[in-house]
């Protein structure tokens, strides 16, 4: 079983063009991220929903809106895609008590060209 | 803005050496993890610390945290091809931010 699944894997996409990236997870978490990761393999932080509701919103273009239908759907739009979002976007849970590890996706590779 | 170094970046060494892995900062951090990623996957965590002082040990693994909460190391005795991979410290604020900070990650590579 899964625990958080993210699709598509791969995204290869035209500037200017809008995509969504779904997440789901079956741990039964409260809390769920949108993470990037560069080139240089740095994860930052993009959002964060606690039951559905938005916690952290780390100045993130608006073009990127997150969407939570319920606590374990957490998805991703982005408008307007611009060379520079290329990167790996990760989903992840996590109880969002404490020090409650992340339990992470295994990623969405963004290509825009 | 809390940031965590680590360092170094990139590391290649032959199997059965010794490597130590740092991860500090000027920031009080109310506990770290470390993580590791594999290629195509995303990261999976390897151990939480909370208290300053603290050590914990996984196998060949043995991870530090700091007295005042500001590093943490990761030593890895006698390396295996197996423990190639992307190592990654995270850091809780101690604000309470719900926030998960990362470093920049160290790229290990042994070589059999």
């Known amino acids: 079983d899964t625990a958080v699944s993210q699709t598509p894997k791969y995204l290869v996409t035209q500037m200017g063009n809008d995509k969504s990236i779904k997440c789901e997870q079956n741990l039964g978490h409260d809390t769920m991220y949108w993470y990037k990761q560069d080139s240089k393999k740095f994860l930052k932080i993009m959002f964060s929903?606690?039951?559905?509701?938005?916690?952290i919103n780390e100045t993130v273009p608006n073009r990127f809106s997150p969407k939570s239908p319920d606590k374990a759907h957490l998805n991703l739009h982005i408008n307007s895609l611009e060379l520079g979002d290329s990167a790996v976007y990760f989903c992840?849970?996590?109880?969002?008590?404490?020090?409650?590890?992340?339990?992470f996706g295994n990623g969405t590779r963004l290509t825009v060209t | 803005t809390q940031l965590l170094e680590q360092s170094p970046q990139f590391l290649s060494i032959q199997e059965g050496e010794n490597l130590t892995v740092y991860c500090n900062s000027s920031?009080?951090?109310?506990?770290l993890q470390w993580y590791r990623q594999e290629p195509g996957e995303g990261p999976v965590l390897l151990v939480t610390?909370?208290?300053?002082?603290e050590v914990k040990k996984l196998k060949r693994l043995t991870f530090q945290f700091g007295d005042a909460r500001k590093d943490s190391s990761l030593h890895i005795t006698a390396a295996q091809p197996g423990d190639t991979g992307l190592y990654l410290c995270?850091?809780?604020?101690?604000?309470?931010?719900?926030?998960?900070?990362f470093g920049q990650g160290t790229t290990l590579q042994v070589k059999p």
């Open positions: 929903y606690n039951n559905k509701e938005l916690i």
């Open positions: 992840a849970s996590n109880t969002g008590t404490g020090a409650s590890p992340l339990h």
């Open positions: 995270a850091g809780w604020g101690s604000s309470n931010t719900g926030k998960l900070i």
């Open positions: 610390v909370v208290t300053g002082g």
């Open positions: 920031s009080v951090f109310s506990s």
